[in-house]
């Protein structure tokens, strides 16, 4: 029988003070498992297993993958701070702790020893981990576009495979509500859209 999943549980709460709820929490990890084990848009399960000595895995025909949880939405608590002072306190949206939603898996391997994922959007000055901009870098590397983050997408082009193209990347990951009607990325902030329209192929983050 499928255990179901509460989309409020904040994994949080079971993180111990100092650790990372991706690294640790019990809970999402077999959240990732019951959502993600399911058949990929080329064909097999997307079978995640767990084993000693990492977070899962997934043996693939060429390879095995080993994804890593990490979460797509940021709290603008340290170095972002200075943003949510600038936000009215009744504008903001309340705090509903690190639930599934905000969470996805990416491939936590190292190729080359270089960055992964998930450190390249975070520390790219023009990505700084806003999940919309890494979401249209996908997009491009998809089309054979240039982006930002074209060099790491590329590294990892054999996890972008399973997918077989951008529409299959978001119907597995269940990204849906981050597309407008015509598929275009819907952008957290309004003047981003009309800079990446500008910028013919490089993404802006004003």
């Known amino acids: 029988m499928t255990m179901p999943i ?3 549980f904040d994994f949080l ?14 809970t999402l990890k077999r959240y990732h498992r ?8 080329s064909g097999p399960v997307f079978d995640l297993k767990d084993r000693a000595g990492a977070y899962l895995v997934h043996e693939a025909k060429e390879r095995t ?21 600038q936000i009215p306190p009744e504008r903001r949206p309340p705090d509903r702790g690190y639930t599934i ?28 981990d806003r999940f919309d901009l890494m979401l249209e870098c ?12 074209s060099e790491v997408l590329e590294r990892y082009g054999y996890f972008f495979e399973l997918f077989v193209d ?12 981050l ?5 275009e990325i819907r952008f957290f902030h309004p003047l981003t859209a009309s800079a990446v329209r500008r910028s013919h192929g490089r993404l802006g983050t004003t």
């Open 34 to 41: 019951l959502l993600w084990t399911k058949p990929l848009p």
């Open 65 to 85: 993958i080993y994804p890593a949880s990490d979460a797509i939405t940021t709290n603008l608590h340290g170095k972002a701070a200075g943003v949510l002072a």
């Open 179 to 183: 597309l407008d009607a015509a598929g």
């Open 101 to 128: 939603g905000s969470s996805l898996l990416f491939p936590g391997e190292k190729v080359g020893r270089q960055m992964t994922i998930n450190g390249a959007r975070g520390f790219h000055p023009r990505i700084a």
């Open 138 to 149: 996908i997009r491009r590397h998809y089309d054979a576009k240039e982006s930002p983050l």
């Open 166 to 177: 951008f529409d299959g990347y978001v119907q597995f990951w269940l990204l849906q509500d």
């Open 6 to 8: 509460d989309t409020q």
């Open 13 to 26: 709460k079971e993180t111990p003070s100092g650790k990372d709820a991706d690294a640790v929490s019990p």
